[in-house]
């Protein structure tokens, strides 16, 4: 069985950090998309980062660059993503997910993907 298990959510205060870890068993991910995605409460899920499938190129949404980093470890079969400088609009429900096939123009969607984290949430205080 393909799973993907999430850790890492927690509380912070505004200009915080935390790194959310995405392990997957039942399937190397190497050559895979992973990607991160949030969910506000009565919004749909927002696409946070990726990493395409069998290099290291990376895409970001435009309200994360330059704070939030996506990143793998091949060896422990986990794919990470870095926060910092977190404000309480980033206060969200956090999901990685795997993509089986080369999604390229489509890793900002979340029907593209094939397998979900169970997504901890991530609060930050003001």
């Known amino acids: 069985q393909v799973q993907l298990v999430e850790s890492g959510g927690d509380l912070v205060q505004a200009g915080g950090s935390l790194r959310l870890s995405c392990a997957a068993s039942g399937r190397t991910i190497s050559r895979d998309t992973m990607g991160w995605f949030r969910q506000y409460p009565g919004k749909e899920r927002e696409f946070v980062a990726s990493l395409f499938r069998g290099g290291q190129t990376t895409r970001d949404a435009d309200s994360v660059k330059g704070r939030f980093t996506i990143s793998k470890d091949s060896a422990k079969n986990t794919v990470y993503l870095q926060m910092s400088s977190l404000q309480p609009e980033d206060t969200g429900v956090y999901f990685c997910?795997?993509?089986?096939?080369?999604?390229?123009?489509?890793?900002?969607?979340?029907?593209?993907?094939?397998?979900w984290g169970q997504g901890p949430q991530v609060t930050v205080s003001s």
């Open positions: 997910a795997a993509a089986l096939r080369a999604i390229m123009s489509s890793q900002n969607r979340a029907d593209a993907y094939d397998y």
